[in-house]
């Protein structure tokens, strides 16, 4: 039975203080209560201890699991007919499609002070499977270790409908295929018709907004789109850290057509 699906569950976590929402401000809202149709409103799950072990960095973090609430309403409406139609064996096919974001939280949010912060896009191929065409897997990594071991402390927030920048995987492996061909990671995506990045920062802005508020933070990216994206989401004093790891032979025409396209890379950077 999963937890997101049993009402009873539900109940003794908002009891407990372990599951909450927030609005697109961030701002805490009534997790009982329905949010009202359209709304941005997130659930939150957490916090829950971690110990990570990524490459040879080894930490604890506190884990929240955040979905967007307009996702977790279909699924537990879809969860209360198959209950009364007895097929709990399909519950499975419930999560399959559900974004759920999450918060590694290193250090304590409300003591914060100028923290650095990673907003991560998931990647299967370089975190899981160490695939190399990317940096992803050692940025993830290094990210975490960055955080550990800095004195203000910080947090990623790793959004997990990104893959491929925001394509998806199946077409992600299409786009490597087209890469063999010849052409770089763009051209890739707009041959199979699609945008160059299609990813969306708006759970990011509101997660930020409700563990970091107002005050400045410094920002783990190489990414100007990235700053211009949760700057127009209202989310201000952003210090942009450069943050350059796992260049390899496999991923520097990667790097270098991100160079092209506006990242923060010198050629020093990708060798």
């Known amino acids: 039975m999963f937890t997101y699906i049993d009402p009873e569950v539900r109940r003794r976590l908002i009891a407990d203080g372990k599951l909450t929402r927030i609005n697109e401000k961030g701002e805490n809202i009534d997790p009982v209560v329905a949010p009202p149709p359209g709304s941005h409103s997130i659930n939150i799950l957490g916090p829950i201890p971690l110990p990570v072990q990524m490459q040879s960095v080894q930490t604890t973090v506190q884990w929240y699991a955040t979905v967007r609430s307009t996702e977790l309403?279909?699924?537990?409406?879809?969860?209360?007919?198959?209950?009364?139609?007895?097929?709990?064996?399909?519950?499975?096919?419930?999560?399959?499609?559900?974004?759920?974001?999450?918060?590694?939280?290193?250090?304590?949010?409300?003591?914060?002070?100028?923290?650095?912060?990673?907003?991560?896009?998931s990647c299967?191929?370089?975190?899981?499977?160490?695939?190399?065409?990317?940096?992803?897997?050692?940025?993830?990594?290094?990210?975490v270790s960055r955080i550990s071991e800095d004195p203000a402390g910080g947090m990623v927030v790793y959004m997990s409908g990104h893959e491929g920048r925001g394509i998806g995987l199946w077409a992600k492996a299409a786009t490597y295929l087209l890469q063999d061909g010849g052409q770089d990671t763009?051209?890739?995506?707009?041959?199979?018709?699609?945008?160059?990045?299609?990813?969306?920062?708006?759970?990011?802005?509101?997660?930020?907004?409700?563990?970091?508020?107002?005050?400045?933070?410094?920002?783990?990216?190489?990414?100007?789109?990235?700053?211009?994206?949760?700057?127009?989401?209202?989310?201000?004093?952003?210090?942009?850290?450069?943050?350059?790891?796992?260049?390899?032979?496999?991923?520097?025409?990667?790097?270098?057509?991100?160079?092209?396209?506006g990242h923060q890379l010198d050629d020093d950077d990708i060798g």
């Open 73 to 121: 309403s279909k699924v537990e409406e879809l969860a209360s007919e198959l209950r009364s139609q007895g097929g709990l064996r399909l519950f499975s096919l419930l999560a399959s499609s559900m974004a759920v974001n999450s918060v590694l939280m290193i250090g304590n949010h409300r003591s914060f002070e100028n923290p650095l912060v990673r907003v991560h896009s």
């Open 186 to 261: 763009y051209q890739a995506n707009r041959s199979l018709g699609l945008p160059d990045d299609s990813r969306d920062f708006s759970d990011a802005a509101a997660l930020l907004r409700h563990f970091v508020g107002d005050q400045p933070f410094r920002l783990l990216t190489n990414n100007p789109k990235k700053l211009s994206d949760l700057r127009q989401l209202g989310i201000t004093g952003i210090t942009p850290v450069k943050h350059v790891i796992g260049v390899g032979d496999w991923n520097r025409g990667y790097l270098s057509a991100k160079q092209a396209w």
């Open 124 to 143: 299967l191929t370089g975190e899981v499977f160490g695939s190399q065409r990317c940096e992803c897997g050692p940025q993830l990594a290094a990210a």
